[in-house]
Structure formats: structure tokens, C-alpha cells
């Protein structure tokens, strides 16, 4: 089967704090107490639901989280903040998400044997941009010294896998030559770390690949065999926060303007979905499930990353089949699937195939089929 790219580098940044799961029950658990405090009578009538404080039981048995990096970490575990401290930059510096982006974008230049020079296309693909405009990514463009063209896109988790297949479009008609993808995800900015349900889902991270033409097999290059993306509209994971939210009449409250979903709807209509969109993938490019050495998944949820591979296996798979960073990292949105690649692809050899797919929010699904050359 012909490639019609290659991967040949990928890089990841993350921040030097941890958020361990004890530390963040105890200002989740103040916070709920305080809040509880304030609208008791208000939870009396029944007007207000009570909010329940979290436990690390609660947590781990949730999710298979154990902690999480992020960019500040005082603040997050501030019960009357529980958001970073993020300085104002002014516009003549660089901006934080451009920054990371700089960091792993570098790191996947340096893998693939690139200079950032080389560079004709980047993509910063995100759940959750810094700005409107200018485009991070031209930022991005800029700082790295790159040439060519750039730009944003977000698709929520599947960013990563959308922005791959964008590269591999813009390197197949000759729009690009060398495009950078890379995904600043600083999702302790739009987290709620208030909430029982959600206060231990994020953590931050930034994940880069390097898309070329196919060529001659590099030292740590994956041919591209194919890439599929879907989309099917629904409300159960949504973020409000946007531009417009100065402008609405009335009021709503804080909580419904950042990051929520329904998680037992997501499980149950998600799962399947991911599932036959991966086996529909590989029949496409006459390929098998029981081809495949490795599933690199989006790290959201260990219960739905080992349903999702039992279900495309049609076995229970061994850990090294489908790898778990999520323990580690936590959610960190589209960056998940791409840092279980760059953690977990040294040990396969020629002729290996493998699978990169992310999924969220939307809903969306992308999948990106890559065998080892």
C-alpha cells in the first residue's frame, strides 16, 4: 500500500507542576464547602443542588487519573481561585500558548532532522485558542522562523487527528513541503475545578508532529496510509466560552460557561461510534483489525480507552497494544493521543502498523492509519 506522507517527528511539552489527586480533593472539597456554606438556604428551598466533595477513590475508580501537570499550580489548588495565576503579556512578547507550541514544535523539527527554516506549513490545532486573532499559529510561523502559510483550527479533542489530515492534504497536493501540527492544550484555563464531576479530568500539555512528503524512510518516520475524520452534532461535552458571552442579556452561571458534559451519555454513544469508525477506517484501506500492533487513543477515560480497543480487538488487549498515558497526564485533550504515540511507537518495527485516533466533543472522531516503513 503506497503512503501518502509520512510522520517523521513528534515532540511534547508539558509543565514542571503536579497536581496529585489528594491535593486537588482538598480545594475542590474547601470549595464545595464554602459554596455550600453560602447558598444554604438557597439549597433548602431546593432552588440549588448541594455540591459533593471528591475523593481520590472517587476519582481514580471515575477515570484511571492519578495527577496532572499545569502551567500554575497555586492557583488551581486555591479553593477561592482554582484557576492558574497567568500574567498579562504585553504584544510585543510571545504569547504563553505560543510559547509551549515554540517548545514542542523544536523538540518534533529536531526528531524528524528539520531545521525550523524547512518549515512551509503550521498548524496549531486546539481545543481551546489563547485569542481570536492573530492566529497563534502565525505567531507560531513567526517565531519559529518559518516560512509559507499558517493557521488555526479547533475540533476539540480530535483537533490533532484533523490537523494531520490537513497537513497531509496540503503535502499531497504540494501546497506544503514540511508542515508542523502542533497542540497547545492549557486546559487548566477553561477547566472547573469547582465541580465534583469534572475538577480532575484536565491537565496541560503540548504535543507537535512533522508531516512530509513520502520519501525515503527516516530513522523515526511512520508512512501515512490513511487518514478518515466524522463528525455527528452533540450538546453532552460543551464549552461556552467565547467572545460573545459580554454581550448576552441575563445572566447564567459561571460553571455553564466553561467546559461540562453528560459523562455517562458520552460513554455509552462515544464508545461504539470510535469503534466503528476504526474498524470502518482499516476496511477502507483493506486492512484488519487483527493487522494492528498498536492503538494510540485519546487519553480521556481508561474505561473507554480499554472498551474501545477490547471492542476494535475483539480480544482483551495486552497494556503494550494500547498504552495509557492519562494516569500521568490526565486528559489533555487533542495533545492525548499524539504524547501515547510519542511515548509508545520506539518498539515496533518494519512493517508494523498502527492506529492514532482521537475523539470528543462535537461529536468528532479522527483516525490516522501509520505503519512503521
Known sequence: MKARAQLTGTG????????????????????????????????????LIERDPSTERFIVKASGIQSRYVVEKSGVLDPERLRPHLPIRTEDELSIQAEIAVAAGRQALEKAGREPAEVDAVLVACSNLQRAYPAVAIEVQNALGAGGWAYDLNVACSSATFGIQAAVAAVAMGNARCALVINPELTSGHNNFAMREYHFIFGDACTAAVIEPPGEAREDSFEI???????????????????????????RPGEELVFRQNGRKVFREVCPMVAKHIIGHLAA?????????????????????????????????????????LDEFANTSSAGSVIAFHRHHDDL?????????????????????????
Open 225 to 251: 496510509l490513511g487518514t478518515q475524520l466524522q463528525t455527528q452534532f452533540s450538546n453532552n461535552i460543551r464549552n461556552d466560552f467565547g467572545f460573545l458571552n459580554v454581550a448576552e442579556d441575563g445572566e
Open 349 to 373: 518495527v518494519a512493517g508494523d502498523l498502527g492506529v492514532l485516533c482521537s475523539f470528543g466533543a462535537g461529536y468528532s472522531i479522527g483516525s490516522v492509519l501509520l505503519r512503521r516503513p
Open 285 to 325: 484501506e483493506g486492512l484488519t483489525p487483527a493487522e494492528v500492533k498498536r492503538l494510540w487513543l485519546h487519553q480521556a477515560n481508561l474505561a473507554m480507552n480499554e472498551l474501545i480497543a477490547r471492542t476494535v480487538l475483539g480480544r482483551e488487549p495486552l497494556p503494550e497494544e494500547s498504552p495509557v498515558i
Open 12 to 47: 511534547l511539552w508539558h509543565p514542571e507542576s503536579v497536581v496529585s489527586n489528594a491535593e486537588l480533593v482538598v480545594a475542590q472539597s474547601a470549595s464545595a464547602a464554602a459554596w455550600n456554606a453560602e447558598h444554604k438556604e438557597t439549597i433548602e428551598r431546593g432552588d
